[in-house]
């Protein structure tokens, strides 16, 4: 098993930045890839962006590439999303989550219990 704890997130207006941190435990060494995904109200859960493990490689989805960035710190099992230049349509419960690399949310074994982010305009 693999438990995920994000950090956090809130209240910030557009243009503004927010870091979003996901701290893995328990058995690590099966995790190929952490990924985002977020969910509005209403809406299915979003891709947001994925990194592996090994060497750090990232994808985004279109919507947020040049304005999110996902980091990791191997050491502390600890993935990082930078959001930058946010705007009102970013809003929505991030979640992070580990498992294999991909952009849909059933190639991910392991969720986090998500946290809010919230654009104002």
């Known amino acids: 098993q693999v438990q995920l704890v994000e950090s956090g997130g809130g209240l910030v207006q557009a243009g503004g930045s927010l870091r979003l941190s996901c701290a893995a435990s328990?058995?690590?060494?099966?995790?190929?890839?952490m990924g985002w995904f977020r969910q509005a109200p209403g809406k299915e859960r979003e891709f947001v962006g994925t990194i592996s493990i090994s060497d750090g490689t990232t994808y985004y989805a279109d919507s947020v590439k040049g304005r999110f960035t996902i980091s990791r710190d191997k050491a502390k099992n600890t993935v990082v999303l930078q959001m930058n230049s946010l705007k009102p349509e970013d809003t929505a419960v991030y979640y992070c989550?580990?498992?294999?690399?991909?952009?849909?949310?059933?190639?991910?074994?392991?969720w986090g219990q998500g946290t809010q982010v919230t654009v104002s305009s």
């Open positions: 328990g058995r690590t060494f099966s995790i190929y890839a």
């Open positions: 989550a580990a498992g294999d690399p991909g952009t849909y949310p059933s190639e991910y074994d392991y």
